[in-house]
């Protein structure tokens, strides 16, 4: 089973900040921004290179959280949402998750 996947069904510890029946929500354990927490479907797709018609109910449920949770995280001047995909984008657990990063200035944009 994946790291990811341990940490919804609790075996691995994770501080959580959000769950429900489809979305888990979680601090980074390695931040790279004042705010970085991760939003992942329950459901294990290894990456956005998997997503299809058939689960991406499941990426719009993560996406509606992720303004919820910027707001109770106090990124009201705004965030940015990452998802590696593969290894070129150095993707590390094969686990589809949206990094949320924000509580400062972003500065040097990839795109
Ligand atoms: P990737 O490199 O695949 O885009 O992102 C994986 C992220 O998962 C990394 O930012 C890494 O710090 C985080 N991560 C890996 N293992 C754990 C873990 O056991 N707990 C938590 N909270 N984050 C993890
Ligand atoms: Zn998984």
Redesign the pocket.
Known sequence: MC?FCE?INGN?P??CLYEDEYVYA?????P?APV?F?VIPKQHIESAGKITAENSDLVAKCFEVIPKLAAEQGLSNGYRI???CGPD?????EHL?F?VLGGKSMGEKLV
């Open positions: 790291v940490i691995i994770s501080q979680f601090r980074d354990i390695n790279q970085h991760l990452i998802s590696n984008a150095g993707q590390s657990v998750h990094h």
